[in-house]
């Protein structure tokens, strides 16, 4: 199969037969906000928002070089935020304005005892 044969006939996850470093095996906790992450697909799975095909096929669609360098929840972060801005559920302006709020609560120092 040719290199541009393999481009349009192979998604992102279809990795059979190429050539890889070792995959590294470990267990290890999951980070908070990835808890959130997955607290999140199950409420808009449960509300039938974004249902597990949506999701693996917004996953797919984000393209090879992104999904070879995000990690697995922040893959499921860009397919959701994509999924809802298609089903105009949420707009870029309204994440970036939470992310921005966000932001600012970790950029305040916290209030002491004494005040």
């Known amino acids: ?9 192979r998604l992102p996850n279809d990795i059979g037969g190429t050539s890889s470093d070792p995959i590294v095996w470990s267990d290890h906790e999951m980070a908070p906000w990835e808890k959130r992450c997955h607290a999140l ?9 974004i249902n597990t095909e949506e999701k693996r096929r917004g996953v797919e669609s984000l393209g090879s070089e992104m ?10 972060i860009v397919c959701f935020a994509n999924l809802l801005y298609q089903k105009q559920i949420l707009h870029p302006s309204d994440l970036a304005r939470k992310m921005d ?3 600012a609560r970790f950029a305040e120092p916290a209030p002491s005892a004494e005040s």
């Open 1 to 9: 199969m040719t290199d541009t044969e393999q481009l349009t006939k």
């Open 41 to 49: 697909a199950d409420v808009l799975d449960f509300h039938k928002i």
């Open 67 to 76: 999904v070879g360098k995000l990690t697995y929840y922040e893959r499921w």
């Open 101 to 103: 709020e966000v932001a």
